[in-house]
């Protein structure tokens, strides 16, 4: 896991949250590159119901390029 990326994940959770998924990634260890896309599509799909449900929202700088 790009050490950026998932400090950027944990950051947005509670310590607790953060120590659980932390605990979860030691013990699942290596996954392979199929499940890594696998379990993506399956945010992906998330994602675009929340979005389509108005449940969430995603901001949009003036160019329309996503922004964090």
Not at 1 to 21: F, M, P, R, W
Not at 22 to 31: A, D, N, R, S
Not at 35 to 58: C, D, H, T, Y
């Amino acid at each position: 896991v790009d050490t950026e990326v998932k400090e950027k994940c944990l950051a947005n959770l509670t310590e607790q949250q953060a120590s659980i998924i932390i605990e979860e990634m030691e013990f699942l260890g290596t996954v392979s590159l199929l499940e890594v896309e696998k379990s993506q599509k399956r945010i992906m799909a998330i994602l675009r119901k929340l979005k389509e449900s108005g449940e969430i929202v995603f901001p949009r700088g003036s160019a329309g390029e996503l922004v964090s």
